[in-house]
Nanobody, 123 residues
């Protein structure tokens, strides 16, 4: 079983940058596709970014393309989300996700979740 712990959230101003980190532990964690989702209160959890187990392929939601970058460090069992040019609409709880299958990860099918970290962007 994979265990995920997010960190790096906080309160920033519009235009600022923030880097989220996800520490992964457990069996075969390096073989999992990893990703980030976010959720506003009262809304569904939405896909933000994903990366294959070897880092060869990445995908992003249209709303964050060009501003966010996902990366994976298998040696340290960590996944990062670099967020630049933050906007107030990026405010949400950000969740790290893991899945054996990349397409299942991006479609939010049986993902393994962390507990989330709150990002608040003030205008």
């Amino acid at each position: 079983q994979v265990h995920l712990v997010e960190s790096g959230g906080g309160l920033v101003q519009a235009g600022d940058s923030l880097r989220l980190s996800c520490a992964a532990s457990g069996r075969s964690v390096g073989s999992h596709a990893m990703g980030w989702f976010r959720q506003d209160p009262g809304k569904e959890r939405e896909f933000v970014a994903a990366i294959t187990w070897n880092g060869a392929v990445t995908n992003y939601a249209d709303s964050v393309k060009g501003r966010f970058t996902i990366s994976k460090d298998n040696a340290r069992n960590r996944v990062y989300l670099q967020m630049n040019a933050l906007k107030p609409e990026d405010t949400a709880v950000y969740y790290c996700a893991a899945n054996w299958i990349y397409s299942d990860l991006t479609s939010n099918t049986k993902n393994i979740w962390g507990e989330g970290t709150l990002v608040t962007v003030s205008s």
